[in-house]
């Protein structure tokens, strides 16, 4: 407690024209405020470390598999524990191309949902959809995937597959075994999880609209489909940050997709066949690797879904931007 | 400016109290843990490992609590290779398996590491077949096929040649295996390695290979692997007995090494276990897929506890080595209601002088 005792005011002067920790801490030069700032700072300086060293640590670990496979671990097709062989390609594809499925699906569907509640519907129909909306965010992911095995996957096989095959079986994309296990289940089931999410922000980002913006476009004489239109140009960068934060949850999600994707490491054109994803792989494969290069490449699997998750994350960001350059007063998701 | 100064030095004070009662908490906890684990006279064991026998594993540690108030015995399924690891790094008092540890997992290990085989179980090939009634045969080369991918409809010939009397529809085979690593496909693989060279080629033994592509779709554990054949037509794959009758899903009788049809019985298994036991290796664990003998079921497997030669805290030691002898002996009772197969009566003898070996500090714990 020695350094609260006030001290005499000629002491007081020198030190203060000499370095004083508590200016140098806080421009009020108060104890409290300096160290508050200190705690403050440690507090940022923690979520820093936990990211270097997470990064460190998952790079170091990753060491022998990066050694041995280098640049060809990302374009390797081959995952072979048996024969050491690994290659995160298969991984990758699936993992993208269920959460653009997955984004394909939920973003209309959110944008729909959203714009209704806070331009369209009366208060007492908004209220509770509103209430619903957040209730299916909080629900659990292996509730969602029981559900997929055991409802949607049915679903999916007899009444979409089937047409689906029937009418665009010309394209690639909808050939092959109908079984309701694979690529398309896996980013449907995504689809659903993440549309309250986006739905949620939407929801609040549109809200955050000031009523005159509202109020001047129908004084101009627009419909309300035209107002809806001023509405959402000037959300935009709140509606890219809620979809951005759809797009992290279906990247990162694992038990749900585990159960309806099919968990077989390949790329395939057709969206009926099984797919993997690298949490999937990551969470399946975890506690049974014994072998230390299977270890190995496990972790740098981890290591590039951090990566995938850093990058997704950038290109948003610079579409925010680009969406917002020149407009000022937009509303934002923050 | 009193005033705020003042409400500074308290917010100071109350930061610099908190942190050394943090402090003081932390460097207190581990003491006052301590004596209480030494003085309350309990003695607290931590398994992990297999899920495959953890019924059974359940059953005896609650019916061993009820005899024995002072023991608690905690068990953690989390796959055989998860029992293997924590053994290894002492994380666990004893690791749980259903593939024997390798020479070189067994190296990693700071001590002698023994296996225990506690019960057998049996690994049964399950399917989703609508208008099938009974159960369906199936040679081991045409399980090899279907699983390479080289038999693809479930109306080929060369199944319909084991089913002469079933009608088999013209659909597609839907394979459904494990995909995340387990000791259920490490025996699987097994059989399939030993009853095919090419399978032993392009696949091999693992708890995780790489499967042929374009067979069908991998699910996680046990449970995943039954929901998926049960929601999914036309599918077949195999999981541990016990799941395929607790769920009543129908299992295929599998042609042995004699060329019978075997359906998954408790006896089958334990006659597969007592042809090979008189060739069991010092070191107690072996491979008894495809067994020789008229009626034994082939792709059966002993399941092993892993414990350390040598145990460090005598106590523990000697909790460990009374459970595991109780569980040879008076937990067999409850083996066969779990349905599990229980050991051949000279593996147990063999079992009880691995028990009887575990010291600690130079002294043999079971007298």
């Known amino acids: 407690m020695q350094p609260n005792i006030p001290t005499p005011a000629a002491q007081y002067g020198a030190s203060a024209r000499r370095w004083n920790w508590r200016r140098a801490l806080s421009s009020t030069g108060s104890t409290g405020d300096a160290v508050f700032r200190v705690i403050l700072f440690l507090c940022a300086m923690l979520i820093l470390l936990i990211v270097v060293s997470m990064v460190t640590m998952m790079a170091a670990n990753a060491m022998p598999s990066i050694r041995r496979f280098g640049f060809g671990f990302l374009t390797g097709r081959d995952w072979n524990p048996v024969a050491d062989s690994f290659g995160a390609l298969p991984f990758i594809y699936g993992t993208i191309v269920s959460s653009i499925i997955a984004l394909i699906i939920a973003v209309p569907l959110s944008l729909g949902v959203a714009v209704f509640l806070v331009e369209q519907a009366p208060r007492r129909i908004a209220r509770p959809i509103a209430f619903l909306v957040e209730l299916l965010a909080a629900i659990p992911s292996v509730v969602y995937g029981l559900w997929g095995i055991f409802v949607l996957a049915p679903f999916l096989r007899v009444y979409v597959e089937p047409p689906l095959q029937k009418w665009f079986g010309w394209l690639p994309l909808f050939q092959g075994r109908i079984t309701g296990i694979g690529l398309l289940t896996g980013g449907v089931i995504l689809a659903i999880m993440v549309t309250p999410i986006i739905t949620a922000v939407v929801r609040d980002v549109l809200a955050a609209v000031p009523v005159s913006q509202r109020e001047a476009a129908l004084a101009l004489g627009a419909t309300k489909w035209e107002t809806t239109r001023v509405v959402l140009a000037n959300a935009a960068s709140g509606i890219a940050g809620a979809i951005v934060l759809g797009l992290g949850r279906a990247i990162g999600e694992t038990m749900a997709v585990t159960m309806v994707i099919g968990n077989v490491p390949q790329i395939s054109a057709s969206l009926f066949e099984p797919s993997y994803t690298i949490a999937s792989v990551l969470a399946s494969n975890f506690s049974e690797a014994t072998d230390e290069l299977y270890l190995s490449a496990l972790i740098q699997i981890g290591l590039i879904l951090f990566l995938v998750t850093f990058m997704v994350n950038g290109v948003a960001k610079l579409l925010v931007w680009s969406v917002t350059r020149g407009t000022s007063g937009t509303a934002r998701a923050t | 400016m009193l005033i705020p100064k003042k409400i500074s030095q308290a917010v100071l004070a109350l930061v610099l109290v908190t942190v050394a009662a943090f402090g003081l908490a932390c460097s207190g906890d581990p003491v006052g843990k301590n004596s209480g684990d030494s003085g309350g006279g309990t003695v607290q064991l931590q398994g992990q490992g297999a899920s495959f026998p953890k019924p059974i594993y359940e059953k005896w540690m609650s019916e061993y609590g009820k005899l024995h108030a002072n023991v608690r015995i905690d068990y953690q399924s989390q796959g055989s290779g998860a029992g293997i690891k924590a053994i290894q790094s002492r ?70 040649a084991d089913n002469p009397n079933v009608t088999l529809p013209a659909k597609d085979i839907t394979a459904v295996y494990r995909s995340d690593g387990s000791g259920t496909t490490q025996v699987f693989t097994d059989y399939l390695s030993k009853v095919s060279p090419e399978w032993k080629q392009k696949v091999g033994t693992d708890k995780a290979p790489k499967w042929p592509e374009g067979i069908g779709m991998g699910a996680k554990g046990n449970e995943g692997v039954m929901g998926q054949i049960k929601n999914t037509p036309n599918t077949i794959g195999y999981v541990e007995l016990a799941y395929a009758k607790e769920q009543k899903l129908p299992v295929a009788l599998i042609k042995n090494s004699s060329g019978n049809f075997v359906e998954p019985s408790l006896e089958a298994v334990t006659a597969a276990a007592a042809e090979s036991a008189a060739n069991m290796p010092d070191a107690l664990h072996q491979s008894i897929t495809n067994a020789a003998g008229a009626n034994t079921y082939p792709i059966s497997s002993y399941t092993y506890i892993l414990v350390y030669k040598e145990q460090k805290d005598a106590a523990k030691g000697k909790a460990l080595v009374d459970f595991l002898w109780w569980s040879l002996h008076d937990g067999e009772k409850y083996v066969k209601e779990k349905l599990y197969a229980p050991l051949p009566p000279d593996i147990v003898k063999r079992a009880e002088a691995k028990i009887n070996s575990i010291m600690s500090g130079g002294k043999p714990l079971r007298q």
């Open chain 2, 91 to 160: 994380t666990a008092d004893f690791g749980a398996s259903d593939a024997p540890m390798s020479e070189e997992d067994m190296k990693k290990a700071d001590g002698e590491i023994l296996h225990i085989p506690t019960v057998l179980g049996a690994v049964v090939l399950t399917y989703n077949l609508e208008g099938v009634a009974q159960p369906l045969r199936f040679s081991s080369e045409v399980i090899v096929d279907i699983f390479l991918g080289k038999i693809k409809k479930w109306d080929d010939a060369r199944i319909k």
